[in-house]
């Protein structure tokens, strides 16, 4: 089957009450999920968007382009904190004001990690999330052109992190060395302890910080890797989150697809 094909055939996946289970897709079929799914078509659209504000507004041609690699390289610091302190933050579900708010952006996704549409954060919080951290820096440097290359960057690099973060959960062996590498640390992340490797393709910061680990064999397996400590007694005092959910957390995977994640989780 020509690759064409497959495509076109991908954009009408539909499983078993699923939309997109990355968990039953191959590569081909991502592709054609990804390039069709409407938050990565809106990151598109404001990527075309910022990049043309952004050379309208500009007073240098270095305004515009400093931003580039310095938002590069705070990217995945920023990933980081966000990540590890606010995604994986236990104060959220306490809230009954953020509560349905953090069960989207992370919870979900901990709670069945091949749901695509789980996997990519609301552009409603997402977007303003990026224009607070990187339009600031990039004003600093070159005024409103400046800001507006600065937000252009990080919608390219959230699209790239998307997409590898797919690859991550995809039933799929990359052909890269790299990508295996990095796929592996992310399986650790879903299926033996959330405490760790909280990058998607830059784990420099984990290392920095002492959360990096290279297989399972290096910590014990945490009780909280499904439900990030949302536990069934700590649903019974914060009951907002479980509510929305229609059922009580999950602390074990889909079991028609734990064994796989797990055998790679441990053989890492």
Known sequence: MSTFKQFFQGTTLMQKGRSYDLGKMN??????????????????????GTAVLSLYLHHSWWGVIIPIPVIIAVYPTAWYIIHRYILHGRWFYRNPITASMWKRIHFDHHQDPHLLEVLFGSPLNTVPTMMVITMPIGWLIGGWGGAFSALSTALVMTCIYEFFHCIQHLAYKPRWQWVVYIKQLHVLHHFHDEDGNYGITNYLPDRLMGTFYRSAKERPRSPYVFNLGYTVEEA?????????????????????RAPKNEELSKSA
Request: aromatic share 16%.
């Open 236 to 256: 019974e005092r914060y009951p907002w989150v479980m509510r929305r959910t229609g059922a009580p957390p999950r602390d074990r995977p889909d079991p028609a």
């Open 27 to 48: 590569l081909s079929q991502l592709w054609a999920a990804y390039l069709t799914y409407p938050t990565i078509l809106l990151y598109f659209a404001l990527i075309i």
